[in-house]
């Protein structure tokens, strides 16, 4: 679907430099890294050459008796500050520029939630677990949660902020390169943290505006909505054969009689699949526990809804 | 069995009834040695079943849900059944009254209280096995603790019960410092290790309180639903990280100070060598003691917090790297010109230095605030507290254990197989963490039950590794259990120390003197 | 084994006191006792301070919230708790001089009083408690209060009995510890020699009195 030039593999230095602040990110750490490497020499390589040096010869062995040299003491503390000071004015200058936020920035709405992204533009689109941006343009995610904590993390981008329920957070980048990038979780959100995962195109700014202009059903049919609306929201917590994951699999649901945790059974129709997107709680399948899956009233629109009924029915 | 003395702590009085009534500083001290094995040896099975999970990406040995709750009991039960109560309570509590020259802790019937205040604590929290475990992770973080449908509450019930247990410990030290030090043991005539174990004091005291308040806050929290923590009812989730780590980061210091104060002894006692910058070491340990309360911002760097907030903890933090830094040279500089005799605990020590300078140099590449935000909550932090945690802490109990097990119990440890100890954990310890700061500079977060296929094959170097730890902490217990069978009767100062606890015989009698010790020269006189 | 336990005299006169083992002296052990008790009375402040700050971060955030909300309490109860709880820390005082002084009967008798001070103090909570649990005005998700002005509000109640909860939990330990210091006071184990469970009990009181004095402006009075 996209062209694309820079992968979001990871490489064992650091990822691939995918924005503005990935490059003063990498400088500093290079910084920090040589300066530690100079330090681990200095510390484990003194202390193994004298630990050898004055390994014992003898039982009688005379040693000698140093209580303190200040020069010595002052030098040891003084270089290490000089190079915290350095480190941390460093961090201090670029972290800057990542919390500074641009004022043209084309700005998108982020919603976190166990366990997955939604993400909304001005105009209204909206994508579940995947997002598109133009490259060499600065982009603002304006974020927050429907339930607990989530962290938003771009390795690529070298950005990060936790996403909280109640309240807004920001982060910023601009990206350099074209291509698509990895977004984790990083903040333990429960059973599907690991699997909270998105990606962010990068392309061109005329790809961008094309992107965004598409009704990404058009030409679709209902079955295949629902199949595409399945995979970025259902996945993650319901199996689409007949396997537990945190919620119950759905194939072979339609039509069949659910038994519930209050012993009730009820027949798997429209009316019942429908009821549970909307309002998860009213009927919790036995065996499992309830409150665990948030509703989707207001998240997914008729066409979705009617699309995620067909599919459900089409799952064997 | 014991020891030629025929008369000492073990034998003073018979039967199990005698040991969980004991009012004696060194047998509590044991009692708390056997209860931190048995933890950690049931943390230890958690990580190796965590490492398992992780060996390749994709579900293996457990589900997701499965993961969380291993990495939940392998955090809380390492944390707050560990390492805490490890060095102060166990090693602490054995030597700390020794090594001032006293016959006991100030309060022998807390100090009692406090054991079993560990062990209440500890089986509440394992109480939350039965009521569908608990998968919050360590941290307790709202507002996912107040919605998880687990026994989280036992687990958080219990770290507030074990909280009793470390503020009693502390309260005992402070007093027993303050008072009970033998004639001529001045202040700055006291052993680095009880330097060390009196600043720890003091953040026990000082910090416990704190996470109780926010414990039993957050058990409200999920009991009537108060709301302080809780966005949907005016609270702030936020706050509680604030409060938890007002907490857990001085705890961090109260994990490792001690440890700190073990290298000393160490150090000075395998080299013969007095201690260089005595009162730098024991002083910076004041001092991160100090600083280490104004630093706790610097785990919430993205957590929505300032900018200013952010980098104000940024600095401070720099700053507490200074002392550390002093301590670490000055244990280098003891080394030079004097008598290195390479036993196990000696190799723990150096083991210790090695291990701690890395954590020690990745934690200022963490508490630069600009390399945090793409590193924080990633394996780049896994790798760094455990090189602090157990490349520093453990090895520094080890070391201890080897040190003064001859004093404990009067016998001598296999020197040969407790190095060979000694190879297989830090051999195992870098092959296990050292890949796991590659992952977090790779990307990859922590916590995760799963992960993407291009982090298998680091993934599978630290499984790997894992395993060569998991054997050489297994043959560290069959070595300890061999000496305390068959091991060579110790004389009393096997190492030639010059600390007061090597000035009585081997094991120490009930009252540790046969004559109160009179003070007249300075802990690491070695002329 | 030498550890010491009290034995009993005969005699009219406090019964002697023998210090345990590993003090030099019953003055060794006093002093180690009363700073083994500062210390753990700084658990105390740390543990609360932790429920003030906040209390001040959130009166920041919801200033009008925090002011509604103390509308609710009655001053005047919140006073007259005031000076019976300054009363008790008078006569606790008192009962610590008064052992010093040797003077069995008014050591017993201040006691005594405190602890009857305490159950006053404890019986206007329960007025107080009772009145805001019938009203609706509870902590958080129990809050049912229908003419509340501010969102939330039930937080502000959140704190009121997180605070005055956790300081009437400790009003009532103290109350059992006094009631066994009581009657050991009875027994005639106190005097000039070792007091020092009456101290202890007094210093702790003292600190509870204190935390009142600030929870009082704090919840009843501050707009």
Known sequence: MFSSTAQAAPRSFMPIQGSTVAGYVDSLYAFLLIASFIACVLVIGGFIYFAIRYRRRSENDKTLYITHNNTLEFAWSFIPFVIFMVAFGWGWWVYDKMRVFPENALEVHVTGYMWAWDFMYKNGKRTTNEFTVPVNTPVKLIMTSRDVIHSFFIPSFRVKQDVVPGRYSALWFEATKTGSFQVFCTEYCGTGHSAMLATVHVVETEEYENWLQVDPYRGLSLLEVGQSVFEGRCLVCHSPGEDRKVGPGLGGLFGKQVLLDDGSTVLGDENYIRESILYPNAKITAGYPSGVMPTFLGQLDETELLGLIEYIKSLE | MHGAHSHNYLNHEKGLWSWLTTLDHKRIGVLYMISVFIFFFIGGVFAMLIRWELFSSGQNIVSPAGYNQLMTFHGAIMVFMVIIPGIPAFLGNFFLPLQIGAKDVAFPRLNLLSWYCLMVGAAIAFMSLFFSGADTGWTFYTPYSIQTDTGTIWLVTGAFVMGFSSILTGLNFVVTTHKLRAPGMTFWKMPLFVWSLYSTAILQILATPVLGITLLLLVAERVLGIGIFDPALGGDPVLFQHFFWFYSHPAVYIMILPAMGIISELITTYSRKTIFGYKAIALSTVGIAAVSFFVWGHHMFVSGQSEIAGIIFSFITMLVGVPTAIKTFNWVATLYGGSVRFDAPLLYALGFIFLFTIGGVTGIILATIATNVHFHDTYFVVAHFHYVMVGGTLMAIMGGVYHWFPKMFGRIVDDGMARITFVLIFVGFNVTFFPQFVLGAMGLPRRYADYPVAYEALNKISSIGSWTIGLGFLLALYVIIHALKRGEKAGDNPWGARTLEWQTSSPPPHENFDKPPVVTAGPYEYR | ?223
Not at chain 3, 63 to 79: H, I, N, Q, V
Not at chain 3, 142 to 166: D, K, Q, R, V
């Open chain 3, 1 to 223: 084994m030498s550890i010491a336990k009290t034995t009993t005299t005969a005699g009219s006169g406090p019964k002697p006191h023998h210090h345990a083992h590993h003090f030099e002296s019953a003055e060794h052990e006093f002093s180690a006792a009363k700073l083994g008790l500062w210390v753990f009375l700084s658990t105390e402040i740390l543990m609360f301070g932790g429920l003030f700050v906040g209390f001040f971060i959130f009166h920041g955030i919801y200033p009008e919230m925090f002011k509604e909300g103390s509308t609710f309490l009655d001053w005047r109860l919140g006073a007259v708790n005031t000076v019976v709880l300054l009363l008790s820390s008078f006569t606790i005082a008192t009962s610590v001089y008064y052992a010093q002084k040797n003077n069995q009967k008014a050591v017993v008798l201040n006691l005594a009083a405190t602890i009857a001070l305490g159950a006053v103090f404890m019986m206007i909570k329960y007025i107080e408690y009772a009145s805001k649990i019938e009203a609706g005005l509870l902590p958080g998700q129990l809050f049912s209060y229908e003419a509340a002005e501010a969102a939330n509000l039930g937080l502000y109640f959140s704190f009121y009995f997180c605070m005055t909860g956790l300081h009437g939990l400790h009003v009532l330990i103290g109350m059992g510890v006094m009631a066994w210091v009581l009657k050991r006071a009875i027994n005639g184990e106190f005097g000039p020699g070792y007091y020092t469970p009456i101290e202890g009990i007094a210093l702790f009181w003292h600190l509870v009195d204190l935390i009142w004095i600030y929870l009082f402006p704090l919840l009843y009075l501050v707009e």
